[in-house]
């Protein structure tokens, strides 16, 4: 059966499964964000598992070509960056990366607006930031609370 399976786990498809299944966890989280439903699938760990098992499946990839550090220049500057990108699985892994992230920042900012009572339609711009550009959305996030929270607090 995972034989099966194999041929419809290219990099175009991981990516398409990723960027179309993580829609759905974004819609509960601005839609839905009291609701039950979303506690289980966006506040739980059933997102991040998924993302997990394709980052999981594609650095065994890289792993079995044996490839790991081939392309890997992370540290030599901005062109070391852009030729490690230049490896579609690297960039994927980076992209899936970004995607987990970006999920679990617009899941707190979720449970975080409920604890300083903030409204929904209020956190629905920083959640679409989030999603887009991340740490941009969580700055406007964090304005916000500032307001409802009367304090700024650099360590919450």
Same mark, same amino acid.
């Given at each position: 059966?995972?034989?099966?399976?194999?041929?419809?786990?290219?990099?175009?498809?991981?990516?398409?499964?990723?960027?179309? /299944?993580?829609?759905?966890?974004?819609?509960?989280?601005?839609?839905?964000?009291?609701?039950?439903?979303?506690?289980?699938?966006?506040?739980?760990?059933?997102?991040?598992?998924?993302?997990?098992?394709?980052?999981?499946?594609?650095?065994?990839?890289?792993?079995? *070509?044996?490839?790991?550090?081939?392309?890997?220049?992370?540290?030599?500057?901005?062109?070391?960056?852009?030729?490690?990108?230049?490896?579609?699985?690297?960039?994927?892994?980076?992209?899936?990366?970004?995607?987990?992230?970006?999920?679990?920042?617009?899941?707190?900012?979720?449970?975080?607006?409920?604890?300083?009572?903030?409204?929904?339609?209020?956190?629905?711009?920083?959640?679409?930031?989030?999603?887009?550009? /991340?740490?941009?959305?969580?700055?406007?996030?964090?304005?916000?609370?500032?307001?409802?929270?009367?304090?700024?607090?650099? *360590? *919450?």
């Amino acid at each position: 059966m995972l034989n099966n399976l194999l041929p419809l786990l290219t990099i175009e498809n991981i990516y398409l499964f990723a960027n179309w /299944g993580v829609i759905p966890f974004w819609l509960l989280l601005i839609f839905f964000p009291n609701y039950q439903i979303t506690n289980f699938f966006v506040q739980s760990i059933i997102a991040p598992l998924l993302l997990g098992a394709g980052y999981a499946y594609l650095s065994y990839t890289v792993f079995i *070509d044996g490839n790991i550090f081939d392309g890997f220049e992370l540290y030599n500057g901005i062109d070391g960056l852009y030729s490690m990108f230049a490896n579609e699985t690297l960039l994927l892994i980076f992209w899936l990366h970004f995607l987990s992230i970006s999920l679990f920042v617009g899941a707190w900012i979720v449970r975080d607006s409920k604890k300083f009572f903030i409204p929904k339609i209020i956190t629905i711009p920083s959640l679409i930031l989030t999603y887009f550009s /991340g740490p941009i959305g969580l700055a406007v996030y964090w304005f916000i609370r500032i307001f409802f929270a009367k304090k700024i607090s650099f *360590d *919450d």
